[in-house]
Nanobody
Framework: HVQLVESGGGSVQAGGSLRLSCAAPGYRYDTYCMGWFRQAPGKAREGIAVIDSDGDTAYAESMKDRFTISQGNGKNVVYLQMSGLKSEDTATYYC????????????????????WGQGTQVTVS
């Protein structure tokens, strides 16, 4: 069983920054994609950014200027650095992972992801 644990959410003023972390203890797949998604109240979940086991990244076009995805040296932790936060960024942010690489996963297709964290709330006011 793969467990993903997000942290780093909270309340921040517009224009501020936050860094979210996703820990995946024991996650040891050689080939994978890990991504960040978010869901605002009353809206569908949307992809933000993805990183694969080679360190290649992909972003939703509307977020690439303010959000940066990265992974730790051990590759079992993924970060999402968010800057210039806006009220519309208020949402629950989820980390997701799978154990293979695919074009659809790199495009942020949530149905490509098998493992999900519980989410961390980000509120921008």
């Amino acid at each position: 069983h793969v467990q993903l644990v997000e942290s780093g959410g909270g309340s921040v003023q517009a224009g501020g920054s936050l860094r979210l972390s996703c820990a995946a203890p024991g996650y040891r797949y050689d080939t994978y994609c890990m991504g960040w998604f978010r869901q605002a109240p009353g809206k569908a979940r949307e992809g933000i950014a993805v990183i694969d086991s080679d360190g290649d990244t992909a972003y939703a076009e509307s977020m690439k200027d303010r959000f940066t995805i990265s992974q730790g040296n051990g590759k079992n932790v993924v970060y999402l650095q968010m800057s210039g936060l806006k009220s519309e960024d208020t949402a629950t942010y989820y980390c997701a992972a799978n154990d293979y690489w695919s074009d659809d996963a790199m495009r942020g297709d949530e149905f490509e992801y098998k493992y999900w964290g519980q989410g961390t709330q980000v509120t921008v006011s």
